[in-house]
């Protein structure tokens, strides 16, 4: 099953206007042109500043580029929409709903809830909290407020699920099982999946092509494909033989810029 | 780094323990016998009451101070009979535990009240009497009263609604819409900070009654707040809750009644509070320059006769009356807000 769209990111440029000065520009995305299948998992790993969330914020329709386009499958992308899906590094749940209310919310949003109620159950299990529905987001641990927020966005059965360093605030242990899950939902529902991450194996135990980008001008370095079979082990010697290599790019990368700052 | 924080956080609580949350409380340990000088307090201050009362009134006619000896005899037979059902009941000693230092705190008030008043009159005495008197006017006086504070009650509810009703609207639309912030806010600015009591006159004039004008003014008075911060809280809604909403398929109606709204909840309500102390301060002066009824009314009415006992038993009223209603939005903000973290108890 593919629920999953294809991604195109045609030679997109975005700037901001400075905070201290007007006039100035600083240059987010500088001709990023990026091509996704439908059902692939990409990563986008890079420094900070670099332009990963901006990327993310202009795939999901939430600003726009300056110039550029961004389609998904045959359409262009004009503005937020139901079938992008986003989840950013803070939870960001409504505080004055319960868990339950915050996952339905996307079918309340769109008229939804009477047709799919059922869907909310079956979420609520697969995130592991049926018995915290009646719960307000602020009795949660990260964890479990990550989870809802996974839930919330799943929900609308989106065809691209972008994830802004979903996992960042976690510790090492809930960070690996919920890499599990995420990868359980992806492989289930085939949806298109564009994941920005700090963690290199991460990256490599999740995705099956990182995309290494660099700041100022933010713009995309390289792109590498992961072949390893799935499901991965995190120690197998090609595991860790990859995990160098990429670790050297990033550090010869990060030498080459370093004397800009 | 992320696991201090993990470390740090509060332990996770249980569901159930969910299912009723409590703000910070101050957290009396329920033992399972009252101390004597908790469960004696009151009957024990409420015989010093009696014994300053006989001998303040000693030189008064009995028909004015024995309303109060009967007040005070009937309040010393309850506190020995909630003495003894305490006992028996738990919850009912949690409650002493928690009531009896300061009623019986309150009862010394007014035994000074009147040791000062009608014992040592250092106080001149037309103008201030003592609780027997006051009480005396209550009883005396209940009918016009009990008229006075219905037509008070009436008249700050259909203000305070109004107020409120057409604040939400004006300040919903000046939090979301540009151009509504644009023209709305400058005259927000401009006009909101007179006090409504300033608008008297003109109120006198244009409206067809004193009746209108005051719930007029008293809406004015409540309008103001309640947009301000209204307006500040839906604007200053955390933009990320806006994204998630319109990344799943929010409409514009969606933004600003299940996002803005909500999240602005927790400042309208302040503006509500604001709101209910200025329709007091209104309603009391609208009813004492124009309309002929309420308990602001009964205030300069009772004055005008030089009836202080009477000016006070209204006040009584009104800070009875008052503080009821107080309690009743803070009830109503405790139960929208649940979902806050440690709400401040009234
Ligand atoms: N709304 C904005 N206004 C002005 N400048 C912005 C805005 N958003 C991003 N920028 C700038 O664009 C650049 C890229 O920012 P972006 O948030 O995309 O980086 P990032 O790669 O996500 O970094 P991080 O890894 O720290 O999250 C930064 O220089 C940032 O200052
Ligand atoms: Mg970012």
């Given amino acids: 099953m593919t629920e999953g769209a294809s991604l195109r990111i045609a ?61 998904i499958g045959p359409e262009m992308i004009t503005g937020p929409n139901a079938e992008r899906g986003l989840v950013f590094q803070d ?148 595991f860790l033989q990859l995990r160098g290599e990429i670790l050297e790019m990033l550090h010869f990368a990060g030498e080459a810029r370093s004397a800009e700052v | 780094m992320n696991t201090t924080v993990q470390e740090l956080k509060e332990p996770v609580p249980t569901p159930a323990a969910n299912t009723k949350m409590r703000s910070v409380n101050i957290v009396v340990p329920v033992t399972t016998r009252l101390p004597a000088k908790i469960w004696l307090a009151v009957p024990l201050v409420t015989a010093i009451a009696f014994v300053i009362h006989l001998w303040a009134a000693k030189n008064q006619p009995a028909v004015e101070t024995n309303s109060y000896s009967v007040f005070l005899e009937i309040v010393f037979g309850i506190s020995l009979l909630i003495a003894g059902v305490q006992l028996f009941c738990p919850p009912v000693r949690r409650w002493m535990q ?49 008229d006075s504070t219905w037509h008070s009650l009436f008249l700050l509810l259909s203000g305070y609604a109004l107020g409120v009703a057409v604040a939400l609207v004006t300040g919903v639309c000046i939090g979301w819409f540009a151009p509504a912030r644009y023209w709305g806010m400058p005259l927000l600015k401009v006009v909101g900070p007179i006090p409504a009591t300033a608008w008297v006159p003109l109120a006198m004039v244009v ?56 999240a602005a909840m927790p400042n309208i309500f302040i503006g509500l509070f604001m709101g209910l102390g200025a329709s007091f301060l209104t309603l009391v002066v ?38 009821t209603i107080m309690t009743v939005l803070f009830k109503v903000r405790d139960r929208v807000l649940v979902w806050q973290k440690g709400v401040i108890k009234w």
């Avoid at chain 1, 914020?57 to 389609?71: F, H, I, K, V, Y």
């Avoid at chain 2, 005495?125 to 609780?131: E, I, Q």
């Avoid at chain 2, 994204?243 to 709204?261: E, K, N």
């Fill in chain 1, 11 to 71: 030679s997109v440029n975005k700037d901001f206007a400075k905070a201290n000065d007007v006039e100035a520009r600083t240059i987010a995305l500088h001709d990023v042109s990026l091509s996704i299948a439908a059902g692939e998992l990409v990563s986008l790993i890079g420094p900070s500043g670099c332009g990963k969330s901006t990327l993310l914020r202009l795939t999901a329709g939430l600003d726009t580029p300056n110039s550029g386009e961004l389609w």
């Fill in chain 2, 286 to 323: 609208a009813e004492t320059v124009g309309v002929n009824s309420g308990l602001g009314w009964y205030v300069s009415w009772a004055q005008g006769w030089a009836e202080y006992g009477k000016v006070y038993a209204a006040l009584v009223i009104m800070a009875a009356f008052f503080s």
């Fill in chain 2, 207 to 262: 409206s067809p009654s004193a009746m209108f004008s005051a719930v007029g003014l008293i809406a004015l008075a409540v309008w103001f707040p309640v947009t301000m911060l209204t307006a500040s809280g839906i604007s200053n809604t955390k933009a990320s809750y806006l994204d998630v909403a319109r990344t799943l398929g929010a409409s514009p109606a969606y933004l600003i009644f299940r996002v803005a709204i909500p």
């Fill in chain 2, 98 to 146: 928690h009531m009896c230092p300061i009623m019986a705190a309150a009862i010394l008030l007014l035994s000074l009240w009147e040791a000062i008043t009608s014992g040592l009159r250092w106080l001149p005495m037309p103008y201030f009497p003592g609780p027997p008197g006051v009480l005396q006017s209550l009883i005396t006086d209940r009918a016009r009263l009990f």
């Fill in chain 1, 91 to 238: 939870p960001n749940l409504f505080p004055w709903l319960t868990v339950r209310r915050n996952i339905e919310s996307g079918l309340v949003a769109r008229g939804k809830l009477q047709e799919k109620r059922h869907e909310v159950d079956e979420f609520m299990r697969l995130v592991g909290l049926e018995t915290f529905e009646n719960a307000y987001p602020h009795h949660l641990s990260g964890g479990m407020a990550q989870r809802v927020a996974l839930a919330r966005a799943l929900i609308n059965h989106p065809k691209v699920l972008l994830l802004d360093e979903p996992l960042g605030a976690l510790d090492a242990f809930t960070r690996m099982r919920m890499q599990d899950e995420v990868l359980r939902l992806w492989q289930a529902r085939g949806t298109t999946m564009l994941l920005v991450t700090h963690d290199i194996d991460e990256a490599i135990y999740m995705s099956d092509r990182i995309v290494i980008m660099t700041p100022r001008p933010g713009r995309i370095e390289r792109t590498i494909p992961i072949t390893l079979e799935r499901p991965r082990q995190r120690n197998s010697p090609e």
